[in-house]
T-cell receptor, first 118, second 113 residues
Framework: DADVTQTPRNRITKTGKRIMLECSQTKGHDRMYWYRQDPGLGLRLIYYSFDVKDINKGEISDGYSVSRQAQAKFSLSLESAIPNQTALYFC?????????????????FGAGSRLTVL | AQSVTQLDSHVSVSEGTPVLLRCNYSSSYSPSLFWYVQHPNKGLQLLLKYTSAATLVKGINGFEAEFKKSETSFHLTKPSAHMSDAAEYFCVVTRSGTYKYIFGTGTRLKVLA
């Protein structure tokens, strides 16, 4: 089984519908992230969570919400989907840094959820 | 502040020839740098990581990158391209402890038979 599992992998929906993308991980990492990928723009951070009670907005959080149901589960919701939210969405996890000088931790990604809003 | 620039959006090489994917970064702090690869319909997979140890970093599948502070570069190389290397490659800069991983816009590598 994959370390980071995203469901659904593909979803087509209509404008105005509520959509939830789910992410679960078996890495035991405290930190979880949701990113959005658009062609030519790289990945942009939507929300991140350092633990169950610590959830923060990223650079493009408008129109999205998240829920951290457990250490292993982090879901992304679009309350009322619009066409410009059509994109590839990635969940990622990372461990808590070991300490000064240890360097940043690696992000481990899920396989992605492709969302199309008509 | 940190930023990263991937200098080529597309690179084409013939199978068996060297690969060079260029990445320049800007950072007010001692950076950590990564290269990730994304194959079609797949997630991002870590190729290699630099975190202030050796400046020449070896990764998976024969890739390596050299951290050059004076040039603020972290270019990815491979001596001999294989068809399976065709993918999109992302350079990422961050620093220890932060949530902020800055992604480049990606370089799509095409390998010609």
């Amino acid at each position: 089984d994959a370390d980071v599992t995203q469901t659904p992998r593909n979803r087509i929906t209509k404008t105005g519908k509520r959509i939830m993308l789910e992410c679960s991980q078996t890495k035991g990492h405290d930190r979880m992230y949701w990113y959005r990928q658009d062609p030519g723009l790289g990945l942009r951070l939507i929300y991140y969570s350092f633990d169950v009670k610590d959830i923060n907005k990223g650079e493009i959080s408008d129109g999205y919400s998240v829920s951290r149901q457990a250490q292993a589960k982090f879901s992304l919701s679009l309350e009322s989907a619009i066409p410009n939210q059509t994109a590839l969405y990635f969940c990622a996890t990372s461990d808590t840094p070991a300490g000064t000088g240890s360097g940043a931790n690696v992000l481990t990604f899920g396989a992605g959820s492709r969302l199309t809003v008509l | 502040a940190q930023s990263v620039t991937q200098l080529d959006s597309h690179v084409s090489v013939s199978e068996g020839t060297p690969v060079l994917l260029r990445c320049n970064y800007s950072s007010s702090y001692s950076p950590s740098l990564f290269w990730y690869v994304q194959h079609p319909n797949k997630g991002l997979q870590l190729l290699l990581k630099y975190t202030s140890a050796a400046t020449l970093v070896k990764g998976i599948n024969g890739f390596e990158a050299e951290f050059k502070k004076s040039e603020t570069s972290f270019h990815l190389t491979k001596p001999s391209a294989h068809m399976s290397d065709a993918a999109e490659y992302f350079c990422v800069v961050t620093r220890s402890g932060t949530y902020k991983y800055i992604f480049g816009t990606g370089t799509r590598l095409k390998v010609l038979a």
